[in-house]
């Protein structure tokens, strides 16, 4: 992320608060998570919103890991549709993760599947910094 915000014309809007993998987390968790998740994902739309309207031209929008906060129940899928109608016609939106809902699977130009083979986390290898993240 560092790297990626020092290139030029590239503006990073990370959430501001990890939540951890949405699959490790406990019923309880994802009900804590939901309420200041949805309020940090409507804050940094709201911020992108902003930004395009006030003229900043963009030309990719990567929204990553979306589709996990949409199965987990933390971002609206109307909200992120929503979103996606009212975006300027030039601007490409990378949605990622897995399991996409219909009404997202549905509007897609393009969907990519990517399947693991071999990965250190099988070996309970945790994500390492400066190469998973």
């Known amino acids: 992320m560092r790297a990626l915000g020092l ?6 809007l990370p959430c501001k608060k990890c939540f951890g993998f949405t ?3 406990t019923p309880q968790q994802k ?21 395009i309207r006030e003229g900043e031209r963009f030309v990719l929008l990567v929204l990553d ?6 199965e987990a129940g933390l971002l609206d899928p109307e909200e992120l549709l929503r979103f996606l109608d009212q975006r300027p ?3 490409e939106v990378a949605v ?10 549905e509007r897609a130009d393009y969907i990519t599947e990517m399947k693991n083979i071999r990965h250190p986390f099988d070996r309970g290898i945790g ?7």
Do not use: H, K
């Open 31 to 51: 009900s804590e998570a939901r309420l200041l998740y949805g309020a940090l994902l409507r804050d940094g739309f709201a911020e992108a919103n902003r930004l």
């Open 89 to 91: 016609p030039e601007l």
């Open 7 to 12: 290139l030029p014309g590239v503006e990073v």
């Open 65 to 70: 890991e979306a589709c996990a906060a949409l």
């Open 96 to 105: 990622t993760g897995r399991r996409p809902p219909d009404s997202l699977w």
């Open 23 to 25: 699959w490790q987390m």
């Open 127 to 133: 994500a390492r910094e400066g190469i998973e993240y």
